[in-house]
């Protein structure tokens, strides 16, 4: 009896064993399951994050330049009753067809005009004195970029009716946030824009450099036979111009490797319907554009000049200036004779300094072209 009572025993000690470890392995079996359920949600909700996010990118790229045709309106760049004018987002290629209302245009002089930055007012005041002096008959408009109580005091003092000067303080709240990074340079276009719209013909002349001559008649000319002259400098648009900005012109770094960038802190436009179409609506449109204007990563600051050969990224992009040399391409078919001027006719106060000091300009400053010839093809 008492073998079989402990056979019996042995059987019951191996039951509640078996039982034991199927309670454990189940239990196990069954955290690893929840465990890898919940990893496997995790790998699927990044992964599809991922392809949102991706599938965002080729939108953005894809509707490229769409920008809300309020803004175009109030520019002059849009017509009221174009059809898309309400839906903002309709379909991508409806924003390349934008109506352009009939533009204005002059056959007279051109306004002279300028911005003037927070602390920038000394330099304003040289480019109106040079004004006053040489070119009396022009009328001289200043955007005020958020000048202080006193330096708006100063300007309405130097700026004044007696000769033609107006001060327009510029509506940053009629523009995308990004607008008001004075250092992504959205306002020129717009500015420029703004001034065609209103007046038809424009020297555009950033603070820092003033006119050292009073005979534009040459290059009045010239504008007004190919809507725009620019000042061209040594570099490449290729080298000054983030791989991005490219895209949303459907176009590719290596086109640009041999055109002369012109700078846009100088410029001479003299509007017709081929300018507006052409050349003021894509650049206005992508000022509007954080993503085109300054792609991710792009920044003025650390170029690398060193880079051999001459045309790579020198990992300096010039924001509105890159995206004009990028449409004047186009525009031209990278012939740069039509809209690229020889004449001196700015002095710039960085190079009078340096000049003073006995220094040269240094490389990474970058209004090179100013009083500096540059030979032709
Ligand atoms: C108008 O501007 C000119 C040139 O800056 C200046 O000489 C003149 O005093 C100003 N007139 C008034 C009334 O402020
Ligand atoms: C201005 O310059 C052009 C040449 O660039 C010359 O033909 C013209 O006579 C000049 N005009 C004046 C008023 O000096
Ligand atoms: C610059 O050089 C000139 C002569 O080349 C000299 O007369 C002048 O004093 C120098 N200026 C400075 C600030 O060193």
Known sequence: MTGRSAVDRMKTKNFYMVLALAVVSTVSLWILT??????QTIVTKTHSGIKRASSNMQIT?????????????????????????????????????????????????????????????GEVASLMKS?????????????????????QALLGKHCNSSWNCEVVLFSFE????????????????????????KFGAVVWVDDGLYFTSPNLSQVILRAKDSGIQGWPIKDPTSAFTHPKTFEFFHTD???????????SSHLVLYNSQRLAT??????VKCALVEMCISPPGAQDKGCNYFRKPLFRYTGCHRYDMSALNIILGGMFDFEERPYASQDQLFGSLLQDRLRAENKTLPQNQFRMSVGRQLKMR
């Open 253 to 263: 770094q290596k086109s640009y490797y041999f055109q002369h960038a012109v700078e």
């Open 34 to 39: 929840s465990t890898f359920t919940s990893l």
């Open 174 to 197: 009629k523009y995308p946030s990004h607008v008001k990074y004075l250092n992504l340079r959205s306002y020129r276009p717009l500015c420029i824009q703004e001034t065609l719209n």
């Open 278 to 283: 052409e050349l003021m609506l894509p650049w």
């Open 61 to 121: 790229v894809e509707e490229a330049l769409t920008v809300d045709p309020t803004y175009l309106h109030s520019l002059g760049l849009a017509s009221r009753d174009s059809p898309d004018s309400k839906a903002g987002k309709g379909s991508g290629s409806a924003s390349f067809m934008v109506e352009i209302p009939t533009q204005r245009t002059t056959n007279g002089t051109p306004v002279i005009a300028t911005a003037a930055a927070p602390d920038k007012f």
């Open 131 to 151: 004004v006053h002096s040489l070119l009396p008959g022009y009328t001289m408009v200043v955007y005020d970029l958020g000048l202080s109580t006193a330096d």
